[in-house]
């Protein structure tokens, strides 16, 4: 059974930063291109970074650029998201994404709130 559990979101201060990670489990990590989305109350939901299968080339919104980065473990099958410098408009609920191929599989969200 394909799961994509993702963990460490919360509530920070603009400023702040937190540090998303994402699980992966029943099917093969390594093969998977992997990435993170995001989506606001009322937006479309909108790719935030993504990294290759073997973690050899990375790419960010330009809204995320310089303040977040993807990474991921293929020993242990989990992809992470830090971010710094968090801004009132990063706030949402952030879903990890895997790829190959026809396949996706999406996890269930964690939800960022950026506020003071």
């Known amino acids: 059974q394909v799961q994509l559990v993702e963990s460490g979101g919360g509530l920070v201060q603009p400023g702040g930063s937190l540090r998303l990670s994402c699980a992966a489990s029943?099917?093969?990590?390594?093969?998977?291109?992997m990435s993170w989305y995001r989506q606001a109350p009322g937006k479309e939901r909108e790719l935030v970074a993504a990294?290759?299968?073997?973690?050899?080339?990375?790419n960010y919104a330009d809204s995320v650029k310089g303040r977040f980065t993807i990474s991921r473990n293929n020993a242990k099958n989990t992809v992470s998201l830090e971010m710094n410098s968090l801004k009132p408009e990063d706030t949402a609920v952030y879903y990890c994404?895997?790829?190959?191929?026809?396949?996706?599989?999406w996890g269930q969200g964690t939800q960022v709130t950026v506020s003071s």
């Open positions: 990294i290759t299968s073997v973690g050899d080339g990375t």
């Open positions: 994404k895997a790829a190959f191929a026809w396949r996706n599989y």
């Open positions: 029943g099917f093969t990590f390594s093969r998977y291109a």
